[in-house]
């Protein structure tokens, strides 16, 4: 079965602190997965993809394979760092299973 | 925007009403998708089209049909509407060189 885990529901961190939101995946082969990213109910922004291996607001995401993760990390958190964060994986239409999202708050 | 408009915005309707959400895009882009977005369930894929006439059903296609007459259309309707419809609505469309998916601004659908 093809699923996207996301453990914790809300996430609070002061600012400047590091952040880390869980994302675990279940899929059989080479996984495509994304971070998508919603700032206060508007549309949901692509923030990075694994195999862009690129760095986006100081946000990294590495894939682990044996461990079937792609956790989101940054090393400071800034307030406006506050939204919704959703790890995605790619199905085979195409389309994206999301996990239920992490509600980042960074407190000042 | 990359082109993805959805409309209405918000709409508050009563039960056993039929209710059509639009979705239009300017790319001419094959793959179209409609999701719902719900408190503790993330977003959940309703439909998706592939073609002008071709779609398939998504996760929670339950009382809910779409059609796709040209490119830039894809029609999302609710046969009779329910509470548990209540949601936000967001349409999708797969595209660009690296065939990322972009998303429209929601419509709000109130079912009461």
């Known amino acids: 079965a093809q699923r996207v885990t996301q453990p914790e529901k809300l996430l609070s961190v002061f600012k400047g602190a590091p952040v880390e939101l869980k994302c675990n995946y279940s899929y059989s082969g080479s996984p495509e997965l994304f971070w998508y990213v919603q700032y206060s109910r508007q549309r949901l922004q692509l923030l990075l993809r694994h195999i862009s291996r690129e760095s986006i607001k100081g946000f990294t995401a590495d894939l682990n394979k044996g461990e079937t993760s792609f956790h989101l990390k940054k090393p400071f958190a800034q307030e406006e760092d506050s939204a919704m964060y959703y790890c995605?994986?790619?199905?085979?239409?195409?389309?994206?299973?999301f996990g239920k999202g992490t509600k980042l708050s960074v407190k000042p | 925007d990359a082109g993805i408009t959805q409309s209405p915005r918000h709409k508050v309707t009563e039960t056993g009403t039929p209710v059509t959400l639009r979705c239009h895009q300017t790319?001419?882009?094959?793959?179209m998708y409609w999701y719902r977005q719900d408190p503790g369930h993330g977003l959940r894929l309703i439909h998706y089209?592939?073609?002008?006439?071709?779609?398939d059903k998504g996760e929670v296609s339950d009382g809910y049909s779409v059609s796709r007459s040209k490119t830039e259309d894809f029609l999302l309707t609710l046969e009779s509407a329910t509470s548990s419809q209540t949601s936000v609505y967001f349409c999708?469309?797969?595209?660009?060189?690296?065939?990322?998916?972009?998303f429209g601004s929601g419509t709000q659908l109130s079912v009461l």
């Open positions: 790319e001419n882009h094959r793959y």
């Open positions: 995605a994986l790619q199905g085979s239409q195409g389309n994206l299973i």
């Open positions: 999708a469309i797969r595209g660009g060189v690296d065939e990322k998916l972009f």
């Open positions: 089209s592939y073609g002008v006439k071709d779609t």
